[in-house]
C-alpha cells in the first residue's frame, strides 16, 4: 500500500517513514527540503533498506499539488507533517506561516478529496490547549486561545479539517496532538537537526554537552513546580512515528468510530526542565552546564498527557522513557558532529 507523507525528511517525518517501511509500506516522500535535506533519504536507506520515493515539492504551489497527486491516484494514505514550526518565528512572520501551514493544508485536502481512498492523519499539538486547567490534559480539555501564529495554525489547521470532514464523509482523518518530540533513531542513523541556534530544550543541552553552546540557559526558577522549573511530557520521536502507523492502519481497517478523530500523543508523566538536565547527565556521564535565568514569554508552567485515549482507543502506548530518548538524542549529537 502507498502512503504519502509529506515533509517526510523532517525530524518527525523521518521516523515514520522507517515505521511505515519496517511495516511494509510503500512510501512515498514530498519535502521542499526548507527545513530538511536530501541526506536523509541516506539515513533511511541505512536503517531499512529501502529507499522511498522522493518527489522535492513545494505544497505552496497549487498546480505542483494538483498533478501530484494526479500521478499518485493510488495513495492508501496521507500523513501530513509538512509545515514551519519555529514558533518564535511565527511571530515575526505570521503570514509566512499562514501561507506555509494553512494554504498547503488546503490544497492538500482538495486534491485529497477527488480520490476513492481518503485517509488523512495531521499533526497537530498539545500546544492547542495552552495551559490548561486540569492535569493531565485529557482531549476533552479546551481549547485556549493560541499564544502565536504557529500554535494558530495547528488551531486553525485541525478546524478545516474537522468542517471537511462534516461535509465530506468519504474523508476520514485523525488530528495527533504531540507532547514534547525528544530523541533520534538508536542506529543514530536519523535524528534532529535543528537549523541555527536551537530553541528547543532537547537540542540546546546536547549541543552545549558538545560544546558548540557555552551553557544552557533554565528558563525561569519561580514556577509553582516542585523544584520551580516548567513541566513537561517528553515523548521520544520513535514511539511518535509508531503512533503514526497504528493511526493510519485504524483509518484503513475502517477502525474509526467517526471520520474526524483526536487522539494525544505523550507518555503521561510530567518531568521538568531540571530532571530533564539530570537524565542527560544520567546517561550522557556528563555534568551539563546549565544557569537559571529568567522565565521565557509564552511559556506554559506544565502540560503532560492524559494517555487514556491513546491507549484503549487508538491501542498504542509508548515503550522508552525520557532515559532512552536523552540517551538517543546524544548519540545522534556525537555522531553529527563527529561526521
Ligand atoms: C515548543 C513550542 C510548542 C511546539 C513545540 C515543538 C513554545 C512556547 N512552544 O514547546 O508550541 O509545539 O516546541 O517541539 O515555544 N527550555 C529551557 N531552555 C532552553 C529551551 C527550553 O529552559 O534553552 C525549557 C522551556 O522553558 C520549557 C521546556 O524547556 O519549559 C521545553 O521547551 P521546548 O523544547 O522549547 O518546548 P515547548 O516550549 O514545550
Excluded at 1 to 16: A, Y
Excluded at 256 to 266: A, C, I, P, Q, T
Amino acid at each position: 500500500m502507498k502512503v504519502l507523507v509529506t515533509g517526510g525528511l523532517g525530524f518527525i517525518g523521518s521516523h515514520t517513514v522507517v515505521e511505515l517501511q519496517n511495516e511494509g509500506f510503500e512510501v512515498v516522500i514530498i519535502d521542499d527540503l526548507s527545513n530538511s535535506s536530501e541526506d536523509v533519504l541516506d539515513g533511511i536507506v541505512a536503517i531499512s533498506g529501502v529507499k522511498p520515493h522522493f518527489e522535492k515539492l513545494d505544497l505552496k504551489v497549487k498546480e505542483d499539488v494538483i498533478s501530484f497527486f494526479k500521478k499518485h491516484s493510488d495513495v492508501a494514505g496521507v500523513i501530513h507533517f509538512a509545515a514551519s514550526k519555529a514558533v518564535g518565528e511565527s511571530v515575526n512572520k505570521p503570514l509566512m506561516y499562514y501561507e506555509n501551514n494553512i494554504n498547503t493544508l488546503v490544497y492538500v485536502l482538495q486534491e485529497l478529496s477527488k480520490l476513492n481512498t481518503q485517509n488523512f492523519i495531521f499533526s497537530s499539538s498539545c500546544t492547542v490547549y495552552g495551559q490548561a486547567d486540569e492535569l493531565p490534559i485529557s482531549e476533552n480539555a479546551p481549547v485556549k486561545p493560541a499564544e502565536s501564529p504557529y500554535g494558530n495554525t495547528k488551531q486553525i489547521g485541525e478546524e478545516i479539517i474537522k468542517d471537511t470532514c462534516k461535509i465530506n464523509e468519504n474523508l476520514n482523518s485523525i488530528a495527533l496532538r504531540y507532547f514534547n518530540p525528544i530523541g533520534a533513531h538508536f542506529s543514530a542513523e536519523i535524528g534532529e537537526l535543528p537549523i541555527g541556534v536551537p530553541q528547543n530544550l532537547v537540542p540546546y543541552i546536547t549541543q552545549t554537552a558538545i560544546g558548540m553552546r557555552e551553557q544552557l540557559s533554565v528558563f525561569g526558577g519561580d514556577y509553582p513546580t516542585p523544584d520551580g522549573t516548567c513541566i513537561r511530557d517528553y515523548i521520544h520521536v520513535v514511539d511518535l512515528a509508531k503512533a503514526h502507523v497504528v493511526a493510519l492502519q485504524r483509518l484503513l481497517e475502517n477502525k474509526n468510530v467517526s471520520n474526524y478523530e483526536v487522539f494525544n500523543l505523550g507518555t503521561g508523566t510530567g518531568s521538568s526542565v531540571l530532571e530533564a538536565i539530570q537524565s542527560f547527565d544520567r546517561v550522557s556521564g556528563k555534568k551539563l552546564n546549565y544557569k537559571i535565568v529568567d522565565r521565557r514569554e509564552g511559556d506554559v508552567v506544565a502540560a503532560y498527557a492524559e494517555t487514556k485515549k491513546a491507549n484503549d482507543v487508538l491501542g498504542w502506548k509508548t515503550e522508552l522513557n525520557l532515559d532512552d530518548a536523552m540517551a538517543s538524542a546524544w548519540k545522534w549529537e556525537q555522531k553529527i558532529r563527529n561526521k
